[in-house]
DNA sequence: TTACATAGTGTTATATTATAACAAATTTTA
DNA sequence: TAAAATTTGTTATAATATAACACTATGTAA
């Protein structure tokens, strides 16, 4: 009985992929996962961006656009990606996914006057972090 | 007298380029710009990508950061970008600036339960268009 | 259990997007 | 008009992402 490619289960380098974003505590960039990774096996962008791929689709991770960087789901709320906000800093680059009800409901409900229906939406905030204030 | 550079005036690349995307009906790329403007003597990529840096700062053009594209500003209320937000239509790739005073003010209100002060943001819907409906 | 379909892997090559670095020209400011 | 700031032109290269192909592993259903 080998390992099984199920429902909620990963392969083997989206595991890899992903354990290493989740344990991140900043977004990664595909690169900077390529070599993290290298000595497990996984040595070509393509392994790297296949794996992202599908974590993004399954909604395992984001994508943060602004920066062409991936960070962990943190938000139970966001539906597999229809529905993501983060928060980055603009001094550290710290990046904070937002879990809010009401700003979710809010821009969920949005409709264009022009008459499209919104299937998902990405929203980033920029600004500078507490800490960052600090110093 | 000869061409001044003030308050707002562009430069001559940042004019054609600008006069280019503000035309476009879709988002332009840096590429394909720089593939547009070449009889006009714009030769290579870190004269586009000045120009559109340029040009993103003063708020006259967006980055949609989902696409790496570009597109003229068409809201006079997103105050050089500090609040911008788009329809994206996935099917056809059109872009929309949206014009939503009480979105706009919403999300400018909007404060992170962490503590960190917003100064921008910039939101992305995706959905089907409704040309694209139709067919 | 076999066979068929689907998903994942490994690999090489290449496409696409973006910036570094430097010299020269133009424009603005003082 | 001299100094400062901005823009330009140029070559080279960095960073991000995908195409294409051969192969392996897993899931599904007769």
Redesign the pocket.
């Known amino acids: 009985m080998?390992?099984?490619?199920?429902e909620n289960?990963?392969?083997?380098?989206?595991?890899?992929i992903f354990d290493l974003i989740n344990k991140s505590s900043e977004p990664l960039?595909?690169?900077?996962i390529l070599f993290s990774v290298q000595k497990k096996?996984?040595?070509?962008?393509?392994?790297?961006?296949?794996?992202?791929?599908?974590l993004v689709e399954t909604g395992k991770i984001h994508?943060i656009e602004s920066?062409?960087?991936f960070v962990a789901c943190r938000n139970s709320n966001c539906e597999i990606s229809k529905a993501t906000a983060f928060s980055i800093c603009e001094s550290c680059e710290m990046v904070d996914e937002i879990s809010d009800t009401k700003l979710s409901k809010y821009l969920s409900g949005f409709n264009h006057k022009k008459g499209m229906k919104f299937k998902r939406f990405n929203l980033e905030f920029f600004g500078i972090c507490k800490k960052c204030k600090k110093d």
Chains 1, 2 share one sequence.
Not at 9 to 16: E, G, H, T, Y
Not at 29 to 32: C, D, L, P, Q, W
Not at 41 to 54: C, F, S
Request: hydrophobic share 30%; charged share 30%.
């Open positions: 080998g390992k099984m490619y199920k289960s990963l392969s083997k380098n989206q595991q890899i960039k595909a690169y900077t096996g996984i040595k070509a962008p393509p392994q790297v961006y296949r794996a992202l791929d599908k994508k920066k062409n960087a």
